[in-house]
């Protein structure tokens, strides 16, 4: 893989001067990238003739450099203060560019706007004192599921007991949710890729918080499969204003003890996407004819129920109400779009009450697939629907 290494120099005459080094190793590491470094600033200043004054560093406690590499989560945290990967639009990887080292999905409509990546000043020193962090600015517009992602210059071992990855995150308020994903660096939709799945933790207050991301098990082994790292800071967020996240300090960490819920978990949490409303405080649903698309729907963000299997059949229970008969549907996918199938479409669920009632409808076996994805969809538009106490219960 070939990117730019970017190196800031001070020189005794106090002028900062850009040093750029291309090669073609992701896995390069740190002791070779320094004795580089080194050579090029003793024969430049041994084979200078002219007044240039020589690379010196001043003051050892002054971080005067910089290095954009991809980091190694093996070594220990990455806090970004010295080191990380290159957010530069010449590494940012395209179809056109496919080896670039970082990427972001999520643009709006027409591939605009896009969020941007970048290192920024900690805007807050309260609970993380670090100088420098990642500031991810999402303008109006962009996708509930927009984020980004970089590649590891190492695939990520995890230690017994320590299956896990921290992440330092500026929260805005409780309840907010972040979702992490590890993969491979195969492109998506590759036959073989491997991720993680989604995994969503929601913050408990306001400001920084030390997230912990368990990472579940898979049919393969975790440990020498992961070499890229993804975040959606916002996920589920639609922006009616232009907003700006943090995050810092990524590190493998203790594995988190999960209490598991008592009793069926109520999937009321859904993204409304491509021109669907939802409004979460009445439960109510709607498909408007006005700027939406086709396949336009609500996508459930209470992920912790995923996977679901059906090897005997399953149910799904609900209430609902609509003051004109209007038909919904469910459509169960093995993930997010785009690597959706196999998939599983309930036939129209005929919703014919005015007040609130009970609705079931009944899963036939899905034998051995497995579904990390539910959606929702309104069939007729401009017909609101509300729908509460949504639960999807696998038959034993």
């Known amino acids: 893989m070939t990117y730019l290494e970017r190196v800031t120099l001070k020189t005794r005459d106090t002028t900062i001067k850009p040093l750029i080094i291309n090669y073609k190793s992701n896995t390069m590491n740190t002791k070779n990238l320094f004795l580089a470094l080194i050579a090029v600033i003793f024969f430049t200043a041994c084979g200078s003739n002219d007044d240039t004054p020589d690379p010196m560093i001043d003051n050892p406690d002054d971080p005067i450099t910089f290095l954009e590499i991809d980091p190694d989560i093996n070594l220990g945290t990455i806090t970004f203060e010295e080191t990380g990967p290159s957010f530069s639009l010449e590494n940012e990887n395209l179809e056109a560019n496919p080896l670039g080292n970082w990427g972001r999905f999520g643009e709006g409509e027409g591939g605009n706007p896009k969020i941007e990546v970048a290192y920024a000043d900690n805007p807050n020193t309260t609970g993380n004192t670090s100088d420098k962090v990642v500031q991810i600015s999402e303008p109006v517009g962009v996708a509930s599921w927009a984020g980004m992602f970089f590649n590891l210059a190492e695939t990520i071992t995890f230690p017994e007991g320590k299956e896990a990855i921290a992440v330092d995150f500026l929260s805005p308020g409780p309840g907010h949710k972040v979702l992490i994903k590890l993969e491979d660096q195969l492109a998506a939709g590759t036959e073989g890729k491997k991720d993680t799945g989604d995994i969503i933790v929601e913050t408990v207050g306001t400001g920084w918080e030390t997230l912990v991301f368990n ?182």
């Open 215 to 396: 990472i579940p098990d898979k049919t393969w082994d975790k440990s020498g499969t992961y070499s890229r790292f993804v975040i959606i800071a916002g996920f589920g967020v639609t922006n009616e204003a232009a907003t700006d996240y943090y995050f810092d300090n990524l590190a493998i960490t203790d594995t988190k003890e999960v209490v598991e819920p008592e009793g069926p978990v109520v999937l009321d949490s859904w993204d409304a996407f491509d021109g669907t409303t939802f409004d979460a405080a009445n439960s109510v649903f709607e498909f408007p004819s006005t700027g939406s698309q086709a396949w336009a729907g609500f996508a459930n963000l209470t992920t912790s129920v995923y996977p679901f299997e059906f090897p005997n059949g399953g149910t799904i229970t609900f209430k609902a109400s609509a003051a004109t008969t209007t038909n919904i549907k469910f459509r169960f996918e093995f993930k997010p779009y785009p690597d959706v199938d196999p998939a599983y479409d309930t036939t129209n669920i005929e919703i014919n009450t005015t007040a609130l009632a009970d609705y079931t409808f009944t899963i036939p076996s899905q034998g051995t697939n497995t579904f990390s994805s539910l959606i929702l969809y309104i069939v007729e538009k401009d017909q609101p629907v509300t729908i509460t106490d949504i639960v999807v219960t696998e038959t034993e």
